[in-house]
């Protein structure tokens, strides 16, 4: 099979999906993947292409990213279209393809680096649309482990779509990180304690509660409160285990109902969480009814 640091055979694998298929630009490349713009030629419709690179040892965690974005039914979620990851034999060097939905946009980063101090109403929108997937993923027994602002794509209407589920925990199959391994699959600054300690038996919905908070606050703030005037990696995860959340001062929202939630979202205490989605949007529709 080809190696992708060869360049992969993309005639091949185009001719491998189920419909005609065009690509017309590399749009990202990074570790074993390669993620292309493509077209439907006989709809016209565009769709993505993502080529990964999998060996014995990543190929069940590359399988089970395409079940989750899958197995997860929402709105704000792009649609898996086809994919070659049920039909490949085990093995080393196996080349893993998927067609996906294709979402205009950019990304949460960039409108945070743009534009700091996001407007209330945004926010508060952007909480909504999480606990919203969320609520689809506690269902499907899915942790997505890895929400963070180069995740969540914003498109031109204004609306949060979440993507890339390469580290998303089902808590129904068995875990393919190592129990003994001191750190766990995360992004540092936007992962809870229990997720990058590695502490299996705490690792649940509240752990993707805890990334939303922070963003939340990022977007109020203009910067994430856990990783300011830090230097390292080793500094972020003293100030995420030492320092909970500030609760924020923020324009309109005078009863501080907007700002709790947020402090409770993105708490390093997971006691301190709402101990499941639908409680926290419970506490989101107080929110909105305190804000107007």
Known sequence: MTDLSHGPDLEQITS??????????????????????????????????????????????????????????????????????????????????????????????????????????????????????????????????????????????????????????HLDLESLTQSQSPFGPCTIGYSAGEQFRNRKREIDIRADLFSVGVIAAEMICGYNPYTKNTQDILQVIKQIESQPLPVLRIDGDERFFLARLIKSLGDNRISRRPRSVPEAKEILELVKKSLG
Not at 142 to 160: L, S, T
């Open 16 to 169: 491998e999906i189920p419909f005609p298929f065009k690509i017309t630009d590399l749009i990202g490349k990074g570790g074993q993947k390669l993620v292309f713009s493509g077209l439907r030629t006989d709809t016209q419709e565009p769709l993505v292409l993502k080529i990964i690179k999998t060996t014995s040892d990543s190929r069940e965690r590359t399988i089970r990213e395409i079940r989750a974005a899958s197995i997860v039914n929402h709105a704000q979620i792009p649609e898996v279209v086809c994919s070659n990851a049920e039909e490949i034999p085990a093995g080393e060097n196996q080349i893993v393809w998927v067609v996906e939905q294709y979402v205009p946009g950019e990304s949460l980063r960039t409108v945070i680096d743009r534009k700091p101090n996001i407007e209330v109403a945004q926010v508060v929108y952007f909480i909504d649309t999480m606990l919203d997937i969320l609520l689809e993923c506690e269902k499907c027994n899915i942790i997505h482990r890895d929400i963070k602002p180069e995740n969540i794509i914003v498109d031109p209407a204004g609306q949060y779509w979440l993507i890339d589920f390469g580290i998303s925990r």
